[in-house]
């Protein structure tokens, strides 16, 4: 069983920065892609970013260029770096956690909540 804790939310000014991290505990921290999603009021959750083990990379279009994702595996920890947040960014985060590469995510976290006010 894998256990993911997320922190580093809060309120923000737009233009500002953010950096979430989502600490996990059981299971081999190395092995999985780590991702982090969000959700909005009224709308459907949605993907922000993956990092594979191997340290590939991918991004929402809506994120790029703004937002980082990154690992240390030593410290079975994930991280996103948020920059020149927007409104629209104001969301619950969460990290996930996946057995299968990022096809399917098996483990999640509880949620930071991020707040960009304008």
């Known amino acids: 069983q894998v256990v993911l804790i997320e922190s580093g939310g809060g309120l923000v000014q737009a233009g500002g920065s953010l950096r979430l991290s989502c600490v996990a505990s059981g299971g081999t921290f190395s092995s999985y892609a780590m991702g982090w999603f969000r959700q909005a009021p009224g709308k459907e959750r949605e993907f922000v970013a993956t990092?594979?083990?191997?340290?590939?990379?991918d991004y929402a279009d809506s994120v790029k260029g703004r937002f980082t994702i990154s690992r240390e595996n030593a410290k079975n920890t994930a991280y996103l770096q948020m920059n020149s947040l927007k409104p629209e960014d104001t969301a619950v985060y969460y990290c996930a956690a996946s057995m299968t590469g990022g096809r399917a995510y098996d483990y999640w976290g509880q949620g930071t909540q991020v707040t960009v006010s304008s």
């Open positions: 990092i594979k083990w191997s340290g590939d990379r």
